[in-house]
């Protein structure tokens, strides 16, 4: 009887996080759109519904009456699995982040906790599967046949390899601070009020984890795979209709499993910014931060132009991976002193 | 280096605050500006017909040779129009009708907002150029 409760609550936990994944992606579509045009001092969508609320609606009905076009030259198996493992690697990724502490379903001793898998190496799970969705990309731009497609996949790759080594130093520092790759446990080690949060212990490793996490989410300043101007594109040139729409639901929840995990790691995931807020639930404390990333995602979005290839390949490596040494070893350094 | 950055940040920042410039065009309009060159219409006369007198000099200067005209006399020995095409779909909206006009019959219209399925109904004929007065007040 244990075992049938403990599968009734994965399931239902599986069905509701991914749900509201999806829901969540359908509208940062719609707050990008929005947020840019406002940027913009226009109206962004404002047709469908009010304030244009239904027009990720419109969007994917849209994306399903689209003609499927499979260009005659592609490696036709090829690109059809590529957005598969795009969509696949980034809402699987989800599957770690703790987004809220346990409650007790009331008139029973059954403790539902906020999270779908704790597993112990989740930091290592989630650049792992990360990593996995950049083949999508890299695979799905060269099976199109296309040269636009392929160069914009080979950037992918380029990219990917350069920025996952400055991010997954950039964190490490996390992970000496609070002795453990398991996401809870992290923040736990965050409780007791903002000025915990491990933000203030690891200022650098915040700002460059930040940079790299834009640059593995490809998103501008650092799109290079789909550099509209020079590449029409890149990688998803030759996709059409849901294929498409696979690979844009993909880029969007990697964003929030992006913000989600800085959330986690830098903001004290669902912890309340104060002890004393900690009669509001913390799945709304951790939404309310993600929300701030996600904001700040599409704001500089608005700000900053793209960069050129060679500079980003420049600062990746010459930038942004000696200061996560450097930051990794001063870190290190400080916690041996203190013993 | 970082500074820079944050100044835009606050400068896109300030922009998302400010009320958007834009015009939402079906619901609210830009008033035409006070020359604009539209649609075209007839002057009407005392006796509520055209002021035209089929002279023929609208056809003439038209550089897209939009216009056609038939004249005839009615029982005063007055010259009327008795046809007088104008193809809207073809028309420029360069206005010479209207500065060669010497009877001030014709006139470029304020309105711009003109969509038919037909090409044939974009042929305006005297009952059409002085039903478009109406238009213009």
Known sequence: MELLYLLIELIVKCVVVFAGLMIVVAYLTWLERKVLGHIQV?????????YGLLQPFSDAVKA??????IPERADKAVFVISPMICIIAAISIFAVIPFGNQFTIPGTNWVVKLRLADIDVGLLYIFGIASLGEYGIVLGGWSSGNKFGLAGSLRAAAQMISYEVALGLSIIGVIILSQSLRLTEIVSAQA????????????????????????????????MPEAESELACGFNIEYSSMKFALFFMAEYAHMVTM?????????????????????????????????????FFIWQRGTYPRLRYDQIMKFGWKVLLPLTLVNLLITALIVALKG | MIIPLLKGLKVTLGYFF???????????????????????????????????????????????????????????????????????????????????????????????????????VYLMTTERLLEEKANNP
């Open chain 1, 42 to 50: 226009r109206m962004g969508p404002n047709r469908c519904g009010p």
């Open chain 1, 64 to 69: 399903f009456f689209k003609e499927d076009l």
């Open chain 1, 192 to 223: 007791g009020g903002f000025w915990n949060w491990n933000v203030w212990y690891q200022p650098v490793a915040f700002v460059l984890y930040i940079i790299c996490g834009l640059a593995e989410i490809n998103r501008t300043p650092f799109d």
């Open chain 1, 259 to 295: 913000g989600a995990l800085a959330v986690t790691l830098f903001w004290g995931g669902w912890q309340p910014p104060h002890p004393a807020l900690g009669f509001i639930p913390g799945f709304i404390w951790f939404c309310i931060k993600l929300f701030v990333f996600l904001f």
């Open chain 2, 18 to 120: 400010s009320k958007p410039i834009t015009t939402q065009y079906p619901e609210e309009k830009i008033p035409p500006a006070k020359r604009w060159r539209g649609i075209q219409y007839f002057e009407k006369d005392e006796r509520g017909k055209t002021k035209c007198v089929a002279c023929g000099l609208c056809m003439i200067v038209c550089p897209s040779q939009c216009i056609y005209i038939e004249t005839a006399e009615d029982e005063e020995g007055k010259r009327y129009p008795s046809t007088y095409e104008l193809d809207a779909s073809r028309c420029i909206f360069c206005g010479f009708c209207e500065e060669a006009c010497p009877v001030k019959a014709i006139f470029m219209g304020k309105n711009y907002e003109w969509v038919e399925e037909k090409r044939d």
